[in-house]
């Protein structure tokens, strides 16, 4: 089975995104006001980021910098929203703290989206990498083996 890296594939991780932000939004929205300039909009700036990045990837045909710049935002987005379930903020409805819900299922909600989006741009790379090396074989670049 080979892997397609299509228009496909890389409308589906759009599609992905954007599901993403309208649950994200969601949450964000319940946090305290205390939050809402400092915390809450660096992960919405990390998550434009990634949108961004994403659309820059698709569009450059040598992506190894743009994608390598997409994991380490995606990864910065994730611990923010780690950082953000650490100080119990997805515990919040309304800007109050609810008594009744501690906010474990809207981060485990957003965790499962983060990785799923995660394990997608690792896919691109782990792509990219592969089909440069092929580049590089069929032009002759590819490094020699030192024989023992």
């Given at each position: 089975?080979?892997?397609?890296?299509?228009?496909?594939?890389?409308?589906?991780?759009?599609?992905?995104?954007?599901?993403?932000?309208?649950?994200?939004?969601?949450?964000?929205?319940?946090?305290?006001?205390?939050?809402?300039?400092?915390?809450?909009?660096?992960?919405?700036?990390?998550?434009?980021?990634?949108?961004?990045?994403?659309?820059?990837?698709?569009?450059?045909?040598?992506?190894?910098?743009?994608?390598?710049?997409?994991?380490?935002?995606?990864?910065?987005?994730?611990?923010?929203?780690?950082?953000?379930h650490e100080l119990g903020l997805f515990g919040y409805s309304a800007?109050?703290?609810?008594?009744?819900?501690?906010?474990?299922?809207?981060?485990?909600?957003?965790?499962?989206?983060?990785?799923?989006?995660?394990?997608?741009?690792?896919?691109?790379?782990?792509?990219?990498?592969?089909?440069?090396?092929?580049?590089?074989?069929?032009?002759?670049?590819?490094?020699?083996?030192?024989?023992?």
């Open positions: 089975m080979t892997i397609k890296t299509s228009i496909h594939a890389e409308a589906s991780l759009h599609r992905k995104l954007v599901l993403f932000a309208t649950q994200l939004e969601g949450y964000l929205a319940h946090f305290p006001n205390c939050h809402k300039y400092t915390l809450t909009q660096g992960i919405r700036q990390a998550f434009v980021d990634v949108y961004n990045l994403t659309t820059e990837a698709q569009k450059r045909y040598h992506k190894k910098t743009t994608l390598t710049q997409l994991d380490v935002r995606h990864e910065q987005l994730r611990m923010m929203i780690h950082l953000a800007g109050r703290k609810d008594a009744e819900n501690p906010g474990d299922r809207r981060f485990l909600v957003l965790l499962r989206m983060v990785d799923e989006l995660g394990r997608m741009i690792g896919g691109w790379v782990k792509s990219e990498v592969q089909g440069a090396a092929r580049g590089n074989e069929s032009r002759g670049n590819a490094p020699s083996a030192v024989e023992a």
